[in-house]
Nanobody, 125 residues
Framework: QVHLVESGGGLVQAGGSLRLSCVASGRTFSTYGMGWFRQAPGKEREFVAAINWTGGTRNYADSVKGRFTISRDNAKNTVYLQMNSLRAEDTAVYYC??????????????????WGQGTQVTISS
């Protein structure tokens, strides 16, 4: 079992930056693939970024490429999402997720077994 807790959300102006963190419980964090998803009001949950267990493979949604960076620190059981050049359309609840296979990145919500409670990100234009 993996318990995930996100933090770092908030209200920022367009063009600003935020760094989200997701801390995982359990000694097997380093073997899990991790992902960030987001869900805006009235919309489906969508993929943002993913990273494999080593951190050597990363994948991004086209809408965030060049602006967001996913990283992980296995010694701290933490995955990060650095978000720069934020836009109003980035407003959503952001969720981190963990999946057991770990060796490749995955972009579909159903492929992840564990989810955090989410953190709100609001961008004012």
């Amino acid at each position: 079992q993996v318990h995930l807790v996100e933090s770092g959300g908030g209200l920022v102006q367009a063009g600003g930056s935020l760094r989200l963190s997701c801390v995982a419980s359990g000694r097997t964090f380093s073997t899990y693939g991790m992902g960030w998803f987001r869900q805006a009001p009235g919309k489906e949950r969508e993929f943002v970024a993913a990273i494999n267990w080593t951190g050597g493979t990363r994948n991004y949604a086209d809408s965030v490429k060049g602006r967001f960076t996913i990283s992980r620190d296995n010694a701290k059981n933490t995955v990060y999402l650095q978000m720069n050049s934020l836009r109003a359309e980035d407003t959503a609840v952001y969720y981190c997720a963990a999946e057991k296979t770990g060796w490749m990145t995955k972009s579909a919500p159903y492929e992840y077994e564990y989810w955090g409670q989410g953190t709100q990100v609001t961008i004012s234009s």
